[in-house]
C-alpha cells in the first residue's frame, strides 16, 4: 500500500506504553514503508466526527457509547479516580476523615466535557471550578495546591510514585472510561488502512477484549 494515512490520537495516547503505538508504527512500516502517516492529538469530542466525514482514517479515543456508524477495537479500560497534589490541604488529611462533603465542596478541574451518565453522577454536587481537557495542564493546576481532578490511574501513577500527586476517597467516587481505536464501517476501500487495523488487532491479541459497554 502507498498513499496518505491520517491518524489522531487523544491526550498521552502516543506516549502511553498500554497503547502500544511505537510497536503498531514499527510493524506497519516494515510491511507498508511507502505509505505517508499524518498523526495528530486530537479532542476526544471531535474525533468521532473526523472519522465519519472521512478527514481521519483511524483514531484512538477514550470512549463512553459507540456510535451507529463507526467500528470499535477495545484496547483497555481507565479507572478515574480524584487526585490532589502534595500542597493541597487534603494530600495528608487520614483517608477516613475525608468524607463526600468534603469532596464536594473541594475545588474541581474537570475535563470541560459534556459527561456521560456516569461521570455525570459523579460530578453533581461537585465544585466545578476550572476546567481542562489536557491531562498535562489539568495536573500543572493540581500541583498548585488549589485544586482536585479526576485522572486515569495509569496518567497520574509516575506524579504519585513522586510524592507529587496522591488520589483521595477512592470508596467514594470513580468511574470507568474505555479507549478504543475507531473507523469509519461504511469507508472507501483503503488498503494501509486496513492493514493499519490490522497490525493494531495483531499486536493488541493477547490484551484485554471485553469492553466495558
Do not use: W
Amino acid at each position: 500500500p502507498a498513499g496518505l494515512l491520517k491518524i489522531a490520537l487523544s491526550d498521552t495516547f502516543s506516549t502511553d506504553p498500554r497503547c502500544k503505538v511505537t510497536e503498531i508504527f514499527r510493524q506497519f512500516y516494515q510491511q507498508a514503508p511507502d505509505v505517508e502517516l499524518k498523526v495528530e492529538v486530537e479532542h476526544m469530542t471531535v474525533m468521532e466526527k473526523l472519522v465519519l466525514n472521512n478527514e481521519v482514517d483511524i483514531a484512538i479515543i477514550p470512549y463512553h457509547r459507540q456510535f451507529e456508524g463507526l467500528d470499535y477495537i477495545h484496547l483497555f479500560t481507565d479507572v478515574n479516580y480524584i487526585y490532589c497534589g502534595h500542597e493541597h490541604p487534603l494530600f495528608n488529611l487520614p483517608e477516613a476523615e475525608i468524607t463526600e462533603d468534603i469532596i464536594n465542596s473541594s475545588k474541581l478541574v474537570h475535563a470541560g466535557l459534556k459527561p456521560h451518565e456516569e461521570v455525570y453522577h459523579q460530578l453533581a454536587h461537585m465544585n466545578l471550578a476550572a476546567s481542562s481537557y489536557h491531562y498535562e495542564s489539568r495536573i500543572a493546576l493540581l500541583m498548585s495546591g488549589f485544586f482536585i481532578s479526576f485522572l486515569p490511574e495509569q496518567v497520574a501513577l509516575p506524579y504519585v510514585k513522586r510524592g507529587q500527586l496522591k488520589s483521595i476517597a477512592r470508596q467514594l467516587k470513580s468511574f470507568r472510561l474505555g479507549v478504543a481505536v475507531i473507523s469509519k464501517k461504511s469507508a472507501q476501500p483503503n488498503r494501509a488502512r486496513d492493514l493499519f487495523l490490522e497490525t493494531i488487532r495483531s499486536i493488541h491479541a493477547d490484551t484485554e477484549i471485553a469492553p466495558p459497554y
